[in-house]
């Protein structure tokens, strides 16, 4: 798929870029990757592993809000995988015209530069919280979802254009997990809580990955691909990094939810089970166009995919497990394009110590 290929990735230095490269460059004969974003020190610091000298790599600043400089980058690449975006929830609430400047003007400029350059094929990263938005971070990332979706129409199929849409991610930068793991450290036993009844869906920087790859390799073009992963507790989440904890309660960040939503029960008319994760087919959706989904069967019209009602669960174990890497090695390039796999876990009613 990817051999003898040129790849660029928007926001390359960040968690997932960092990833995808090692996973990309350890699997694949990749003809060169490009690392584009804005930040020529995390440049630096990535070119220390991924040295341009050993690897087929190139770091290419610039910004996705330049569109004549994503059309300089895009030039002679084959494919795009974009995962630059604005994402600190609180603070898009009170730059709201940064986030919609990055978020959605840079999703725009995205299309016309990969349409112009002639890409074969772009995958967009989006979030659980563009489902039913309720902060200015899913806004944006909802209308980044419908421009890429929308950009098959006038592609006229020289460029196909599809999404993949997943929850938190594990040991990422934007991840409640590094701040437990370093209060722990600092002795610290009361932490702060948002809301104890609070749920998330959680997902590894390598499934975030191999989702990734596997849109690259079956996406036909405006569908949205979701993941089937497991959800937990905040709550639990803390105690299972320190049994120890107590929780000092804050109350909900601005634009925050209780629960959030990788598909909603609107959405389930277009969704289908396919190969082990679920798919949204456009609203245009055109059977000739999409024979791959043909003979996979549509989920339940009340069918709702929501953190709090979730078959499968994280338990504190399986999150040590996440933690510590210990499952979490480099993808094996045979499981591409094979599901997802988790233990089911039951919700068990969690001991709160609540001061």
């Not at 944006?140 to 849409?165: C, H, P, Q």
């Amino acid at each position: 798929m990817l051999n003898n290929r040129v790849v660029l990735i928007t926001g390359g230095t960040g968690s997932f870029g960092k990833k995808f490269t090692e996973i990309a460059l350890k699997n694949y004969e990749i003809k060169k990757l490009i690392i584009l974003s804005r930040d020529e020190f995390k440049q630096y610091q990535m070119a220390k592993t991924f040295p341009s000298t050993k690897y087929p790599i190139r770091y290419f600043l610039g910004d996705i809000r330049d569109k004549n400089r994503l059309f300089r980058a895009f030039e002679g690449v084959d494919y795009v995988v974009h995962a630059a975006a604005l994402k600190q929830v609180p603070a898009l609430e009170y730059n709201p015209t940064e986030a919609v400047k990055t978020n959605v003007i840079g999703a725009d400029n995205i299309v016309d530069a990969a349409i112009d350059a002639g890409v074969k094929k772009v995958i967009a990263l989006s979030t659980d919280k563009a489902v039913n938005p309720i902060n200015l971070y899913g806004a944006t990332k909802l209308v980044a979802e419908k421009i890429f979706v929308a950009a098959n129409a006038y592609a006229g199929g020289r460029v196909k254009f599809a999404v993949v849409r997943y929850g938190n991610v594990v040991g990422s930068r934007g991840s409640v997990i590094p701040l437990f793991l370093s209060l722990k450290e600092q002795g610290v036993k009361e932490i702060p809580i948002t809301d104890v009844r609070m749920t998330r869906f959680w997902i590894t920087l390598e499934q975030g990955v191999e989702l990734v790859m596997k849109a690259l390799k079956v996406a036909e073009g405006a569908e949205v691909f979701v993941p089937k992963i497991p959800s937990m507790k905040i709550t639990d989440l803390a105690n299972a990094i320190d049994p120890n904890f107590r929780f000092r309660t804050i109350g909900i960040r601005p634009g925050e939810k209780v629960h959030e939503t990788l598909i909603s029960e609107d959405e389930a008319r277009a969704t289908k089970r396919f190969d082990g994760i679920y798919v949204i087919l456009p609203q245009f959706f055109d059977e000739k166009s999409h024979k791959r989904y043909e003979k996979y069967p549509y989920v339940a019209k009340d069918f709702v995919y929501r953190s709090d009602t979730n078959d499968d669960w994280v338990t504190a174990e399986d999150l040590k497990r996440m933690i510590s890497q210990k499952e979490t090695g480099p993808v094996n390039i045979k499981n591409i394009g094979k599901p997802i796999k988790y233990e089911k876990h039951s919700l068990q009613p969690s001991v709160h110590k609540l001061r």
